[in-house]
């Protein structure tokens, strides 16, 4: 260890970097991404052309709906390294908000979606303000607590249709192309969550995060409005939340509150996060497509059971193992990181 | 000279202990004063409690005149005082360079969500870094530098937001001889161009020749205040430092 070492006070010959500017970003990075992007664009217009079309959307509806999500929790759990298990109350906030206006007056989820995450935004900063008072497993456990606040509330109050929910309809348009404009809403939803998320790291409100995850004292002392700072990261990482809670209810056809308001939702966002890369802009990304695909594979071979859930299980054990930082944060410490995922 | 950081009857306790009793002093303004007292003494709770990292029980903090007891330490910073730590607290994971620019984030739309690092503010960066020795590592992750140039970093980064006193903890301690030459050619500079120190150190002789004048705490309590030389052969100090004979 370097505290071990007599002081030198000179170079360390194996320390020293060039004092320049490390390489700006590559080009090449952009161009795989792009054609990545025009490929999803391209998707749903490709029903002629493949016979499991329907399986084929859907599948990636849902993969980018968790894209969105592990993207989103990542700002306040990757950067600040604040816990929450408590991200599904902004999924269910945002179903909530676009569903009740469908079901009484037949207003289009796809207008209220931006309200679905703006009421997530909202929330966001009146939990903050309440649970930020506490760090490490006490911030935990007080996310999960406003969890189940939110499912109790939500299971007693009729309007909202109580523990049944609200069933809603489907989307007017042609059976044939009826995944079409969910998966384009997601599509969104994911890129919006991958650009805020890329914003935040690269600007001082995301170095200020990260210094607060490191020594939040010392961010403080050094000059970082360390609460204010949270604040936002809670509420910043619960807008695409929101947003995607609105679009998963309307192609449901449902909301009911065990529906969002779990567990097991919050703590997937987390799994897909840490095995990704926590505090890294490609991890939550990578991570959510590793988790979704193995989830569908194991669907497909072993059936509705609950063998996902052990081999998600196995996958995170197996990925930390050799992957202590996620797999892009040790990719990338290793500089084996391919230029087109180095987002940071 | 005027009092630029006064302290008024400051009570701390911990649990049973009462780590900090009534204690009073001022820092006049372009001075270098020393805070000094045995181990326990309560010499770096009362940096914790002047720049609020930890609350007082009763007590005021006064900064140029106006009542700053109970600001956030971020806001503090902001109004000019700048503190380092006696174990440095550098931010491994983030480059020097980062360690440097990360005090500047601001509460503002345009401040927050800019570019992480502006033009100038690593040009100012980069000057801080060169005065103390250590510009060469600017893009290196803090954890590679060794103990007593993550001393100069803390140090250099402390006078980043362009303080009007520093505080600073055991500056000295596991630094060694050339670096801590260093460290105190720089010191007396900054000073000479107006900027107050307020030091908590356990080297005697550096404190005996940089101070202009030394705050003697024991057992929470402020002993003496005085120049070096009354310290010195002040017979209490002696009895504080080794018990009564």
């Known amino acids: 260890m370097i505290e071990d070492r007599a002081d030198a006070g000179g170079l360390e010959p194996e320390v020293v970097e060039a004092v320049a500017a490390p390489k700006g970003p590559g080009r090449s990075r952009w161009g795989v991404v792009a054609v990545l992007l025009v490929g999803l664009l391209l998707l749903p217009l490709s029903r002629p052309f493949i016979d499991s079309y329907n399986y084929t959307v859907l599948l990636a509806t849902n993969g980018l709906m968790w894209i969105a999500l592990a993207s989103s929790w990542n700002i306040l759990g990757g950067y600040s390294g604040y816990i929450s298990l408590g991200h599904a109350v902004f999924l269910g906030v945002g179903g909530y908000v676009a569903a009740v206006p469908l079901f009484y007056y037949g207003v289009s989820p796809f207008l209220t979606a931006l309200a679905g995450g703006l009421a997530a935004v909202a929330l966001g900063l009146v939990a903050g303000l309440i649970t930020l008072r506490t760090r490490g497993p006490a911030f935990i456990i007080s996310t999960i607590a406003l969890l189940f606040m939110f499912l109790l509330i939500f299971e007693n109050i009729d309007y909202l249709g109580g523990t049944a929910g609200l069933p809603l309809p489907v989307v007017p348009i042609s059976r044939d192309w009826l995944k079409a404009p969910f998966f384009y809403a997601m599509l969104i939803a994911a890129v919006g969550s991958i650009v805020l998320s890329y914003q935040v790291a690269h600007s001082k409100f995301g170095l200020g995060l990260r210094a607060i995850a490191e020594d939040e004292t010392k961010a403080e002392v050094a000059g970082v409005p360390t609460r204010f700072y949270k604040i936002i990261a809670f509420a910043l990482s619960a807008f695409w939340v929101g947003v995607a809670g609105a679009m998963w209810g309307y192609s449901l056809a449902f909301v009911r509150p065990t529906l969002f308001f779990t567990v097991a939702i919050s703590a997937q966002m987390v799994l897909m996060a840490i095995i990704g890369g926590r505090g890294t802009v490609a991890g939550p990304v990578i991570g959510a497509v590793l988790i979704v695909a193995v989830n569908e594979f194991s669907l497909t071979q072993f059936g509705s059971s609950e063998i996902n859930i052990l081999i998600s299980g196995v996958l995170l054990v197996t990925v930390l193992l050799f992957f202590p930082l996620g797999i892009v944060g040790t990719l990338r410490e290793k500089r084996l990181l391919p230029a087109f995922l180095d987002w940071d | ?122 040009e100012r960066a980069m000057e801080l870094l060169e005065f103390v020795g250590i510009a060469e590592y600017a893009y290196t992750n803090a954890e590679a530098l060794s103990y007593g140039q993550r001393k100069l970093l803390e140090f250099s980064a402390v006078l980043m937001s362009g303080p009007q006193i520093v505080l600073l903890d055991e500056p000295a301690g596991g630094v060694n001889p050339s670096l801590l030459t260093r460290m105190v050619a720089r010191i007396r500079e900054l000073n000479a161009n107006g900027l107050t120190f307020f030091i908590v150190e356990h080297n005697m002789d550096l404190v005996m020749d940089i101070s202009d004048s030394v705050i003697v705490m024991a057992h929470g309590e402020v002993l003496l205040h005085g120049s070096p030389d009354d310290v010195q052969s002040d017979r209490r100090v002696l009895d504080a430092y080794l018990g009564k004979v």
Do not use: W
């Open chain 2, 1 to 122: 000279m005027a009092v630029t950081l006064e302290v008024s009857d400051l009570n701390k306790s911990f649990g049973g202990i009462h780590a900090v009793k009534d204690c009073s002093f001022g820092v006049e303004d372009g001075s270098i004063t020393s805070l000094i007292g045995p181990n326990g003494a309560g010499k770096t709770t009362v940096f914790n409690l002047i720049n609020h990292v930890i609350r007082p029980d009763s007590g005021t903090v006064r900064f140029e005149g106006r009542d700053v007891t109970g600001k956030m330490p971020h806001r503090l910073t902001r109004l000019g005082i700048g503190r380092t730590f006696q174990v440095t607290r550098t931010l491994g994971d983030m480059t020097v360079l980062e360690n440097m620019v990360v005090g500047s984030s601001g509460t503002g739309v345009r401040s927050m969500f800019g570019s992480r690092m502006l033009d100038h503010e690593v």
